[in-house]
């Protein structure tokens, strides 16, 4: 696999899911035994000291409320400007491009490293980090050895990112604008998916990568998050029959016989429809023959942040483009 694809599949959390079976015993907090945390309902403003438990089930310890926070994936660094944190995020991974004062911050983690002295000389007193993988589990121990809080990120599922959302606003004290938030996207994404729901579902394919030398084609897992995206945009979706496998077979893919592909383009992956129809077998595909080859801009669909329900607003409207949309809250 190339090294662009692959940064690509390990920096999507819903890709990691296929990638990786859930995650064993999570390791605990090495906040001191000291502090008697209160653990506060989101809705709830913050009262510090206050205990978390994070995505991999780990009770974390944050002493006070955060006044420098770093961020090691985009889609929690998005969450933070998202509720009201981001004038407290003072370093980032390089991923991390959106908003652009985010895009400014420094960088102190990369495709599988993340740099623990520089995390240390900022002064951090909350980082967010990346679950299954994304930040290496020894790099998120050594900042915990060092009294760091840290809180892993991961979203399985929409519901998913609705939770992440308040936990991270629980964490920054933020957590009237996390709930707003959430309620906002929760509103016009049922609205969407109810719409979608009715009439027709053509059998889509969501492209997430594509290998030129080998043919190897990449595509939503079973039950995965972006399988999850084209079933509440309106698609019939075509998955690799796996839950664990982020491939599918050509011949596997020509049995499905999409009616619509969706090519998810970013800055790591930018096929065109002349180029995929031009692929060797792939002329026998209903879609292929309608000229049904829909390019989407990925990152808003599969990022598990504040922008998911533009994402699933334009993956509907490609996958079903006559159907009316309701208006955004």
Not at 5 to 19: H, K, N, Q
Not at 63 to 69: G, L, M, S
Request: aromatic letters at 4%; a negative charge.
């Amino acid at each position: 696999m190339n090294i662009a694809l692959r940064r690509r599949l390990v920096a999507l959390p819903i890709v990691l899911a296929w990638l990786v079976a859930a995650c064993g015993s999570a390791s605990t907090s090495s906040a001191p035994p000291t502090v008697e945390p209160s653990v506060v309902p989101s809705a709830t403003p913050a009262a510090y000291p206050l205990e978390l438990t994070d995505d991999e089930g780990t009770a974390v310890v944050i002493p006070a409320r955060p006044e420098r926070i770093v961020s090691l994936t985009p889609a929690t660094t998005e969450i933070l400007y998202a509720v009201g944190a981001g004038d407290r995020v003072v370093a980032t991974d390089d991923g991390s491009d959106t908003p652009t004062e985010a895009a400014a911050l420094p960088d102190v983690a990369s495709f599988d490293a993340v740099d623990v002295e520089a995390i240390v000389g900022a002064e951090a007193d909350l980082v967010l980090a990346g679950g299954l993988g994304f930040t290496p589990p020894d790099a998120i121990a050594r900042l915990r050895d060092l009294g760091i809080p840290v809180l892993v990120i991961y979203a399985p599922s929409v519901e998913g990112v609705y939770d992440d959302i308040e936990l991270i606003g629980g964490a920054t004290g933020d957590d009237e604008a996390a709930s707003a938030l959430v309620t906002s996207m929760r509103t016009e994404m049922d609205g969407i998916a109810a719409t979608m729901a009715e009439g027709e579902h053509p059998r889509t394919f969501y492209e997430v990568g594509y290998t030129d030398a080998t043919g190897q084609i990449f595509a939503p897992a079973d039950s995965s998050f972006l399988a999850e995206m084209v079933t509440l945009a309106g698609g019939d979706v075509i998955t690799t029959g796996d839950p664990a496998s982020y491939e599918i077979p050509l011949e596997k893919l020509i049995e499905a016989d999409p009616e619509k592909i969706v090519l998810g383009i970013n800055p790591f992956y930018m096929p065109t429809p002349e180029q995929v129809a031009a692929r060797p077998g792939w002329d026998v595909m209903t879609a292929v023959k309608d000229g049904a080859i829909l390019p989407v801009q990925d990152i808003e669909i599969t990022r598990p942040g504040p922008r998911l329900a533009l994402g699933l607003r334009n993956l509907a409207a490609a996958i079903r483009p006559d159907v009316p949309l309701p208006s955004a809250p």
